[in-house]
């Protein structure tokens, strides 16, 4: 007879990820597709669902979502950083050629 059976016929339920695993994930996905603070939360969300895993707290059928959530989150994170820098640079160039365009006459 099959291990994963009981004695009463009835297979045990699955050990499933849990919610926040999942949540970090989504998180991550779509923070780094439209909404870059959704990155910050799926990278926090995502270390402390790893963080739960490795104390026991949580199902170890989540650690891949978690992992994955908290590396888009990074991802993320990073990628909307850059484009804050890259929007501030282009607007203080704007800004100088503005000023400069302004006093030549």
Sequence with gaps: MD??????GV????DKASGRAVT?????I???LCCGPLAIAAWILGAMELSDIKKGLSSKAGE???????IIGIVGTVLMILGILIWISIMAIGIMAGVAESGSY
């Design 3 to 8: 291990e994963a059976v009981t004695s009463s």
């Design 11 to 14: 297979m045990p339920p699955e």
């Design 24 to 28: 970090a994930l989504v998180l991550g």
């Design 30 to 32: 779509v923070g780094m």
């Design 64 to 70: 891949g979502m978690a992992k994955a959530g908290m």
